[in-house]
C-alpha cells in the first residue's frame, strides 16, 4: 500500500508501507539480536533496543532478503519494503499507529549508515 505520512518532525514522506503483526516484529527483534550477538553487527538503532518499543529503525542492507521475507510470513507488501530499503540503502522504520495501533514498515529517510550504528546503548 502506497500512502503519504507526516514524521513525529514535521517532514512529509510517501511511498510503500508494510502493516505488520507484533508476533512478526517480534520475531524481527528476537533475529536481529542473535545476529548482534553472532556477528558484533549492529542491525537495530540504539534508541530502539528496548524490546517494548514500537517507534525504531533497523538495517536491512546486510541482510538476505529471503530471510526477511521468511520473518514477516512472506507478506508480498513487506517484501516489497525490504527490497525497496536494501536497492537504495536505507534503514527501515518500524512504528506504531497512536490512534488504531497498527504496526507498520516504511523505508526510512535515512542511510544505512553502519558507523554510526555500531555503539550499544
Do not use: W
Request: proline share 2%; charged share 25%; net charge neutral.
Amino acid at each position: 500500500m502506497d500512502i503519504s505520512l507526516t514524521a513525529r518532525d514535521g517532514t512529509e514522506t510517501s511511498g510503500m508501507v508494510a502493516t505488520i503483526t507484533a508476533r512478526q516484529l517480534a520475531a524481527f527483534r528476537s533475529f536481529a539480536a542473535a545476529h548482534e550477538e553472532r556477528c558484533g553487527e549492529a542491525i537495530i538503532a540504539p534508541a530502539g533496543r528496548s524490546f517494548a518499543a514500537y517507534d525504531f529503525e533497523a538495517r536491512v542492507c546486510p541482510l538476505a532478503l529471503a530471510t526477511l521475507a521468511k520473518l514477516f510470513d512472506f507478506a508480498s507488501d513487506m517484501i516489497g519494503v525490504i527490497d525497496d530499503a536494501q536497492v537504495r540503502g536505507r534503514l527501515i522504520r518500524f512504528e506504531r499507529d497512536d490512534k488504531g495501533g497498527v504496526l507498520r514498515a516504511r523505508v526510512s529517510a535515512n542511510p544505512d549508515a553502519l558507523f554510526e550504528m555500531r555503539s550499544r546503548a
